[in-house]
């Protein structure tokens, strides 16, 4: 599974509009079952945004366990943990140890087709070299999606 998006965003301020910001940004989700209702993921994120002259470039990388429980033959709730790493570069590299986690629910909708619902959680440190404080963010995600399996 996983997604690709693209966005363009405006500010418009008295009736004049500003520097646009460009966002793209490539979310492969790769899973595999090991053992029942037991699944490992990889999930990767690449994001690059560019706002007038300045750019940003922000890369993800999860190990993600995660535990599914069998309702009925459509419908799957889980939980699921995330550990990795993130790497900011905006003129100075910024990057840590990021880990959270989400939940959610997902439903067949084909054969081989799943719709996702989720919330995640991410606490995200991204610290230049040598700084010894937090730096980083604390989001909250809330997103649906599609999966396929074989």
Do not use: C
């Not at 309702?71 to 889980?78: A, G, M, N, R, S």
């Not at 606490?123 to 399996?149: H, K, Y």
């Amino acid at each position: 599974g996983g997604s690709i998006s693209f966005q363009n965003i405006e500010r418009v301020e008295n009736g004049t509009a500003g520097n646009p910001t460009t966002v793209y940004s490539i979310q492969p989700y790769l899973g595999f079952f090991i053992f029942d209702q037991v699944e490992f993921s990889i999930p990767v994120s690449f994001t690059r945004i560019r706002s007038g002259d300045e750019y940003f470039t922000e890369l993800r990388f999860f190990l993600a366990p995660s535990y599914h429980l069998n309702i009925d033959e459509q419908t799957y709730p889980f939980l699921e943990g995330l550990f990795g790493y993130t790497t900011q570069v905006q003129g100075a590299t910024r990057m840590g140890f990021s880990w959270g986690g989400r939940g959610g629910l997902k439903v067949g909708v084909t054969d081989k087709g799943l719709l996702n619902v989720a919330m995640q959680y991410l606490f995200v440190t991204l610290n230049r070299s040598g700084e010894t404080e937090r730096n980083g963010m604390n989001e909250f995600t809330f997103s649906f999606g599609f999966s396929i399996w074989y």
